[in-house]
Nanobody
Framework: QVQLVESGGGLVQAGGSLRLSCAAS????????MGWYRQATGKQRELVAD???????AYADYVKGRFTISRDNGKNTAYLQMNSMKPEDTAVYYC?????????WGQGTQVTVSS
């Protein structure tokens, strides 16, 4: 079992920045990769960015150049730095961890970008 706890969401004006954190605990050794998804009201959950343990990273086209995913292995924590934010970035952001037996999700953190 892997437990994920997100923090750092909130309200920001368009053009501003936020940093999300995701602290992992439990069976850390089983994690192959971590990432961030988001779900806006009335829409499907979509990938924002993720990374694997071998160093590969991937970003959705709509966040490239604005968002950066990173991690601190010593703290078992993943981050999502969000810059130049837009109102369309408004969503609940979920941290996820992939393992060989399944995918785990955090509870989500609300991000709201005002125009």
């Amino acid at each position: 079992q892997v437990q994920l706890v997100e923090s750092g969401g909130g309200l920001v004006q368009a053009g501003g920045s936020l940093r999300l954190s995701c602290a992992a605990s439990g069976s850390i050794f089983s994690i192959n990769g971590m990432g961030w998804y988001r779900q806006a009201t009335g829409k499907q959950r979509e990938l924002v960015a993720d990374f694997t343990n071998v160093g590969d990273t991937a970003y959705a086209d709509y966040v490239k150049g604005r968002f950066t995913i990173s991690r601190d292995n010593g703290k078992n924590t993943a981050y999502l730095q969000m810059n130049s934010m837009k109102p369309e970035d408004t969503a609940v952001y979920y941290c996820t961890a992939a393992t060989r037996v399944g995918r785990y999700w955090g509870q989500g953190t609300q991000v709201t970008v005002s125009s």
